[in-house]
Every structure is written in C-alpha cells, then in structure tokens.
C-alpha cells in the first residue's frame, strides 16, 4: 500500500491577538500496510490543554499503529475501544499516582477531542470523541455541535463518565481528511484542502493552513484608509491527510 500523508496545525487569528497557545494537534503515521491520521482539540477552558490534545494524538496514533501491524482489523470497534482505553491509562498515569486522579487536573491539561481514522488493506475506519469532521473521498461527516458546547473528551474516561464513541467503516478509502472543529470557519470546504501539493510538499500543507490565519492589511488610496481583510480562520484548526495510491 503506497500511500502519502500529511498532517499540520495552526493557531486561529482570534487566539493569536489574544496571545493564545496553539491548542490542536494533527499526527500522521504510516507502516507496513497502515496509514493512520489523528487531530485533537483541546478544551479552551482548560489552562495547558494543549499538552493533552499534543500527547493523546501522538500515543493513539502510536498505540493504534501497534494494534493494526499486528493483525487487527482496522474495521473491528473493539480495536479502537482498546486503544482508547490503552491512551485513558497513560493520560491517568502521567498526571496520578495509586490510581488517584485529581478532576482539576484532568480539566487542566488532558480535556481533548479527537478524530481518528486509519486505511489498510482490510479497508478503513473513523472514530471519534467530540467535536470535529472528516471527509472519506467524496463522502464527509460534520461531528457535533453539542448541547451547551460540551462535547465528550476521552479523558473523561478517567473520571468514570465515559461516552460513546462515533465509529464509521468503509470498504475501502483512498483519501481521507480529519479536521478539528475550526473547520466550520471554513464552512466545512473540504475542497480547501485538496491540492495534491499538500500533501507531496513537506510543508504544503502547514504554510496553506498559515495563509488561512492570516489576515491582509492594504492602502485603499482612493478612500485614504487602511482596508483590513480579517482571515479566514479565526478558530485554531488541526488538519491530517491520508492518499493511497
């Protein structure tokens, strides 16, 4: 299976006149016959979500990468669910100690949603906890909103609330995009993200996300005033890519 991939994230334009951290994450990885794409969200309330949102999506892509390798079935839930619960024990082991955990601290640094997917020859999956989208070749799905703006996060897990997980399979796949929720800025335009330099360019994709955070300042003369463009994306958005060829 010979496939490309690409994964990125930006820090929206709100958050950065705010001076903001960046709070999403995008991993990509690829092995024999795997190719597996995660994005995290962190909570904005959270003070240091974005540690979360960086670990989860590296260790599930990590643990998944693992599972699938060996001979598990990318199309089997109970794949994902074990990873889940493989990513909930290393969160509740990097911040308590004999099985303590502090709430507070779960708030602070492990609140994340994600969106998941992976392809291999056994065809490909999506799995999610929260808000988000994805799009497998012309099919796409929008994740959320949720009641009160209170999506489900996978450290919940943690703290014995636990909610079920979105879970869709193909029978195949050839491109799949997973996006954080800043994607509403873009109205959801999956198409933004479909130039093939994205994803061949080692950097494509992560200069395409700066220019959408970027807003345009010029000199309208014939007004004598300074005409502001705002950017398209005001929201942080973490982007990842999978193409099999």
Not at 61 to 66: C, D, E, I, V
Not at 82 to 100: D, P, Y
Request: hydrophobic letters at 45%; one cysteine or more; a negative charge.
């Amino acid at each position: 299976m010979n496939t490309n991939a690409a994964a990125a994230s930006v820090i929206g334009a709100r958050h950065q006149r705010a001076g903001r951290n960046g709070q999403d994450a995008a991993v990509v990885v690829t092995g024999e016959g795997v190719a597996i794409a995660v994005v995290c969200d962190g909570c904005s309330s959270g003070a240091s979500s974005e540690v979360g949102a960086r670990l989860g999506a590296m260790v599930f892509a990590q643990k998944l990468r693992g599972r699938l390798e060996a001979g598990e079935c990318v199309r089997e839930r109970s794949v994902w669910e074990a990873t889940r619960a493989e990513v909930a024990s290393l969160l509740a082991a990097a911040i308590g100690t004999n099985k303590i955990i502090d709430a507070q601290d779960v708030h602070d640094h492990l609140l994340f949603t994600i969106v998941a997917a992976a392809i291999t020859h056994e065809g490909a999956a999506v799995w999610a906890l929260g808000d988000g989208a994805y799009a497998v070749d012309a099919h796409t799905c929008v994740l959320g909103p949720f009641t009160n703006n209170e999506p489900p996060y996978l450290a919940y897990d943690l703290l014995g609330t636990a909610a079920t997980a979105h879970f869709e399979v193909f029978d195949r796949a050839t491109r799949i995009i997973v996006a954080t929720d800043g994607i509403e800025d873009l109205e959801r335009d999956f198409g933004v993200f479909a130039a093939p330099e994205l994803v061949a360019h080692p950097d494509g994709l992560r200069r395409r996300l700066s220019q959408l955070a970027r807003g345009d300042d010029h000199i309208d003369w014939r007004e004598q005033r300074v005409a502001r463009t705002p950017a398209l994306l005001q929201d942080d958005l973490a982007i990842a890519i999978l193409e099999v060829q």
